[in-house]
């Protein structure tokens, strides 16, 4: 799937697109291009990489179709990745979310057409989901700018395939609670907990990673791709990380504006046109008729079409399995 192939991540210097960019490389590609906006970050990243040959770095923003459709020339793959993602920053500046998340990802969607790429893979988010906040609403939008990019193009002339990647927070990622909890505890700080009765979905970096490239190898087009997922209860996770580290003082706080005490991957209504598999589930298109999403894809049956798939309602993982999980982060915290 990935041998031999040129392919382009955007956002490719962020945590995500790091890893991507190591974990393809184990794939033999024939390229890698970095697309991102941040010098900085791509000399750092150049340096990290050992300047390996087949690593090339573009400095672009997504907000500039131009500079994409040049940097996708003859690109066989691209992740879209990017995105302005700190959910108080955009709050306060939503115009720059729109222009960059919505504006830029059919920038990307409309480069990958001209180019002729073959597949297109939107990395999206759990607050996608009935969004309560401003970045929420934007990767809605991206998802669905994604899942109906073909509806208007001769597949013929445009042959490329968008599909969309649906799932939570990546533990130990950039601005996520398990490193902001040990660097606290090390450091005999306080921490705060919103709300003790807050669930998350648990994914790990390579799990994000494994299910990524699963889902481009399927060779689906215009769906969205849920992983299934054990979730954690925040006072659970707050037990085992002072079980590994040592206790300290520990505060209740607000809820903050556009959080969630649950995260749901996929909400009731999407449910009726929901496939479910063995490990993920598919979310397809409105049923208008004409089709039988279960005919166009084998190995998946029909959801349940009452369900919510939310972080509260999902098989919790046990204290043993999140020490396991987390005793990585505390030997050595991810550099993601």
């Not at 807050?198 to 190898?217: H, K």
């Amino acid at each position: 799937m990935f041998e031999n192939k040129k392919i382009l991540i955007t956002g490719g210097t962020g945590s995500l697109g790091k890893a991507l960019a190591r974990r393809l490389l184990q794939h033999d590609p024939k390229i890698i291009r970095i697309y991102s906006r941040n010098e900085f970050n791509q000399t750092r990243m150049r340096r990290e990489f050992g300047d390996d040959a087949r690593m090339r770095f573009f400095l672009g923003d997504i907000r500039d179709y131009f500079r994409l459709v040049r940097a996708m020339e003859d690109t066989d793959i691209v992740f879209h990745t990017a995105a302005l993602k700190d959910v108080v920053g955009i709050e306060y500046n939503p115009f720059e979310s729109i222009k960059t998340n919505v504006v830029g990802s059919q920038n990307v969607i409309d480069a990958c057409r001209e180019a002729r790429v073959g597949l297109a893979v939107a990395v999206s988010t759990d607050k996608a989901v009935a969004p309560l906040n401003v970045y929420g609403a934007t990767k809605l939008l991206m998802e669905k700018l994604f899942t109906s990019a073909t509806n208007y193009v001769d597949k013929d002339k445009h042959p490329t395939r968008f599909i969309g990647i649906r799932y939570g927070n990546v533990l130990g990622s950039n601005g996520s609670v398990a490193p902001k909890f040990i660097e606290r505890i090390r450091e005999k700080k306080p921490i705060t907990i919103t709300d003790p009765g807050m669930t998350r979905f648990n994914i790990t970096m390579d799990e994000a990673l494994d299910f990524i490239l699963g889902s481009a190898s399927k060779r689906k087009d215009s769906v969205v791709f849920v992983p299934k997922l054990k979730a954690y209860n925040i006072m659970d996770l707050r037990d085992a990380l002072f079980e590994m580290l040592g206790s300290t003082e520990c505060t209740t706080g607000r809820i903050r504006a556009g959080e969630k005490l649950a995260e749901v991957l996929i909400s009731s209504d999407e449910m009726r046109n929901t496939l479910e598999g063995d490990r993920d589930y598919i979310i397809t298109k409105e049923a208008d008729g004409g089709h039988d999403p279960e005919a166009e894809h084998p190995g998946y049956r029909r959801a349940r079409g009452d369900s919510v798939y939310s972080s509260a309602n999902a098989e919790k993982l046990s204290k043993a399995e999140m020490i396991k999980m987390l005793r990585p982060l505390v030997e050595r915290p991810a550099d993601y």
